[in-house]
């Protein structure tokens, strides 16, 4: 049943108005001052406050401003025993569906009334829409807990909300355009557009096209005016992947934006002013790019004003475990699955793998094997063969070359594979190993393990 709120000092015409809308059946409360009506509103989830202009502790068209700040999903229709303009117009600029006169306009509240609660739910909607948008990319979303990947999220929270350039390096499918999401929704812009390109993923005139727009008749099919991703970004962020793979002469064009906040449009002679914060990523060693030509050290410097270098999946082993179970929970709800668990098997062998193409391979192996399983338990068996038999030789391997190792070399293969069996557990990896958590410490840092 929706609720209503009526905020009005004259109580016969509050009673009498609260009856005649119980009777369409809405829920009433009834509240006589602006500081009553105030703490009825935050006691209770309103569809629709109706409330007069005159109160005795406050004017009605002010208690709007302040009810929309606190619950913006709830519709406001001001009354007044006499209308002006200037009241109107400020009460629909803070933000109250409309103000209507008492007596003249009585006909017309349980219409507004339904009319109200409709763009209410609809502003629901967006609201929620909005916060699983704002969830899914925030920092708390970045599944791990390995040093190393908790070192980069330190990093881009710091970053977050300073607005300069940053660039995200780390291979392939680690994971970088999701940071640069949550750079973005944990800064001040997170309200205004977050637009992403691929620089590899277009030729060079249609890459210029896209990120600088054009003018009609620039080129052959250029039919009319269009708008470039930076104009498309502005207020907001553009995320520059691979942008390791711009042409030089772009590069040039994409400085100019970093210090001027310019760009011109193909085929225009007038500057567009923009303004926008860029964040770039590249799997590429740029230093040995400007080292090759191919690269330009001014734009590298600007660029990099604020790097973070992104781990890759082999370098947080540890974090392997959590990233397949929540692989399982998603795709179990894509797939209709109800697969409930992993076999140790399973993960032991995601474990001895050298995943090149990082967390976007393992995404694509989990989802692979969960479709082939029939049963409940995740099993080795539904793994690619290639990876199961790399793994197998992996093992193999392991096995047969520590007696030509140093013993040294052995000790370090056997604490890593054992610190990667307890996923990263220190105290497990000491009693397992039945050596002394000091001890394990040591080792640790004396092998580099992480």
Known sequence: MNKILIIDDEEKLRSLMGRIISLEGFEVVEASDCKSGLKKAEQ????????????????????????????????IILLTAYGNIPDGVQAIKNGAFDYIVKGDDNNRIIPLLHKAIAKGRLTKRIINLENRIEHKYSFDNIIGESTKLREAIHLAQKVASVDTTVLLSGETGTGKEVFANAIHQSGNRKDKSFVAVNCAAFSHNLLESEMFGHKAGAFTGAVKDKKGLFEEADKGTIFLDEIGEMPLDLQAKLLRVIENGEC???????????????????????????????????????????????????????????????????FNLKINKRITGISKEFLQMLKLHNWPGNIRELKNIMERSIILENDTILSADNLPYELQQLSHGQAQEG?????????????????????????GNKTETARLLNIALTTLYRKLEEYKIE
């Not at 406050?49 to 709830?74: H, M, Q, R, W």
């Not at 047969?400 to 996923?423: C, D, G, P, R």
């Open 44 to 75: 209770n989830d309103f569809d629709v406050i109706l409330c007069d202009v005159k109160l005795p502790d406050g004017n009605g068209v002010e208690l709007t401003s302040i009810l929309k700040e606190k619950f913006p999903a709830t519709e």
């Open 264 to 330: 011109i449009k193909v085929g225009d002679s007038k500057v567009t002013k923009v303004d926008v914060r860029i964040i770039a990523a590249t799997n590429r060693d740029l230093l040995k790019e400007i080292e090759a030509g191919h690269f330009r050290e001014d734009l590298y410097y600007r660029l990099s004003i604020f790097t973070i270098k992104l781990p890759s999946l082999r370098e947080r082993v540890s974090d392997i475990e959590l990233l397949a179970y929540n692989f399982l929970k998603n």
């Open 399 to 423: 096995q047969k070359t520590l007696s030509a190792f140093s013993l040294a070399s052995a000790e370090k293969i056997h604490i890593q594979k054992v610190f990667n069996y307890t996923n």
